[in-house]
Each structure stands twice: as C-alpha cells, then as structure tokens.
C-alpha cells in the first residue's frame, strides 16, 4: 500500500474514533450477513474492516483488517 494511502487511513480512523455515530462518516457502511455488527471504511481500493469495542471501560476501533478491496470480504 502507498505510504500516502497508509497516513490517510490513519487520519480516517482517527477521525472515525471521534464520531459519536460511526455511519456519519460517508465513507463508512455498516456490514450485513455474516459480518454484522462489523463497519467497513473505504479509502480508495482499500477497505478497513473495524467494530467498536468497549475494553476497561474505554471505548476502541478494533481493526481487523485492512488491504485491497477485493479481497476484504
């Protein structure tokens, strides 16, 4: 992935870890089927699959993946 690719997805995700609703991001979807309750952000060809957890207390984006479009689902 394109090192400019890489600091636009960090600032995206840090942007998304201030929403108070994730799906206000126009570039997020919240998934169906067999990967409910999971978001998906897209950044070009690249996807970031993510779900919000809560751990001690605090809130986080748990990133499980992030790579080309294609082979993100």
């Known amino acids: ?6 600091l636009q997805l960090v600032l995206d995700l ?3 870890a201030a929403l108070q609703k994730l799906t206000e991001h126009p570039n997020v979807k919240l998934l ?5 309750g999971w978001f998906r952000l897209r950044a070009g060809v690249y996807r970031a699959i993510f779900q919000p957890r809560r751990e ?8 499980d993946y992030i790579g080309p479009r294609g082979d993100a689902y």
């Not at 992935?1 to 890489?6: G, K, L, S």
């Not at 169906?32 to 409910?36: L, P, Q, S």
């Not at 001690?56 to 990133?63: P, W």
């Open 32 to 36: 169906t089927g067999e990967f409910a």
């Open 56 to 63: 001690d207390g605090d809130e986080i984006l748990y990133v």
């Open 1 to 6: 992935m394109p090192r400019e690719r890489q």
């Open 14 to 16: 840090e942007e998304l």
